[in-house]
């Protein structure tokens, strides 16, 4: 089992950057892929990004391709997500979240993945 805290969020402008850290403690970190989500008010938990447990292979929503960068430390049981480019349509509780399974591609539904962090907002202004 591996515990999952997020941190970064915050209140910023539209075209502002933020880095969002997930610091993992339990199980050996490396051996979870490990994905981002977010969840607007009122909508579906949607797929950010994930990475492999290597850190070689990522994946992203298609919104997100260009604007979004994940990365791992696995010395550091941290996986980050860097956003830049930021718009209010970013507003959302952003989630970090395992899965112990491998794939050759990380895996991008809500349903693949056992663990997750509580959460941390991140709010747009225009």
């Known amino acids: 089992q591996v515990q999952l805290v997020e941190s970064g969020g915050g209140l910023v402008q539209a075209g502002d950057s933020l880095r969002l850290s997930c610091a993992a403690s339990?199980?050996?970190?490396?051996?979870?892929?490990m994905g981002w989500f977010r969840q607007a008010p009122g909508k579906e938990r949607d797929f950010v990004a994930a990475?492999?447990?290597?850190?070689?292979?990522?994946n992203y929503a298609d919104s997100m391709k260009g604007r979004f960068t994940i990365s791992r430390d696995n010395a550091k049981n941290t996986v980050y997500l860097q956003m830049n480019s930021l718009n209010p349509e970013d507003t959302a509780v952003y989630y970090c979240?395992?899965?112990?399974?491998?794939?050759?591609?990380?895996?991008?539904?809500?349903?693949?993945?056992?663990?997750w962090g509580q959460g941390t907002q991140v709010t747009v202004s225009s």
């Open positions: 979240a395992a899965d112990q399974h491998s794939y050759s591609m990380p895996r991008t539904t809500t349903s693949a993945y056992e663990y």
């Open positions: 339990g199980r050996t970190f490396s051996s979870y892929t």
């Open positions: 990475i492999t447990r290597s850190g070689t292979r990522m």
